[in-house]
């Protein structure tokens, strides 16, 4: 996928190598913090030696005073995972300045379908502070540091939707990984979508459980097809069942 505007943003060095971008704006004031250097044609995060624990208070340390200075749109006391290339995580800080940093996240997304083969989706509460209103899969969140994508589903699957652990432990990941990458409020979003698919029982009814659902809809895949079209999902939720509906379609013909 083709970066965004590439020429209006900075490489942000971390670990020994280009981890994020900035924006060149937000780059500016990024500079006065502690703990930010200035790399090539970029900056670097100051680093007391080379342990994941000291890196990691330096790069929390640096996401606090992003927050301070008003350049985190949405700060969740969470904490994510930085990944090298080899998928060992080198550092962790608050999920909120991923985006701002321009550092790559990872995110598990659930499409729940029925046997009669319609689709649970879940319309988002319109007090969420991102995509108000708008429709998602059955569950979909953020993968927590130290957290694998089959535990965030499992979490997921039971706040979001209510889905108990012996039915959720069935939920499949197909390989599928897509990356999204786009621009938001002070920086870039660079996720890795996890596809899961799960197949539930005619008579389950999902529940939300904390208060980030709206309600449920159980749409048949014509109706799911219109609201794709439409642009009623969030981008990584479209994504996500898009892919897993081209793949169920694709293996439904297969002899």
Known sequence: MVDPA????????????????????????????????????????????????????????????????????????????????????IARCERGAFRTLGLQNRAVHVNGYR??????VARRS????????KLDNLAAGGVSAGESARRTALREAWEEAGVPVGLARRIDFPGMIIRSLRETTFGMHDELVIVADLELPLDFVPIGRDGEVSKF??????EVEVALAGGEFTV????????????RAL?????
């Not at 937000?26 to 030696?49: C, H, K, N």
Request: glycine share 10%; proline share 5%; aromatic share 4%.
């Open 6 to 89: 590439p020429s209006s943003y900075v490489p942000f060095w971390l670990g020994g190598a280009i981890r994020g971008r900035v924006r060149r704006d937000v780059a500016r004031m990024l500079a006065d913090l502690p703990g930010i250097e200035a790399a090539d044609l970029g900056l670097r995060l100051s680093e007391p030696g080379v342990a994941r624990s000291a890196r990691s208070r330096a790069l929390q340390q640096v996401a606090q005073g992003l927050h301070r200075k008003g350049l985190i749109a949405d700060w969740r006391n969470e904490l994510s995972a930085v990944l090298d290339q080899d998928g060992a995580e």
């Open 115 to 120: 046997a009669d083969g319609r689709v649970w």
């Open 126 to 133: 319109e007090l969420k502070r991102a995509d108000p209103g």
């Open 217 to 222: 809809l159980c749409l048949s895949i014509a």
């Open 236 to 247: 990584e939720a479209a994504l996500a069942l898009r892919e897993s509906l081209d793949r």
């Open 251 to 255: 293996a439904a013909l297969r002899p």
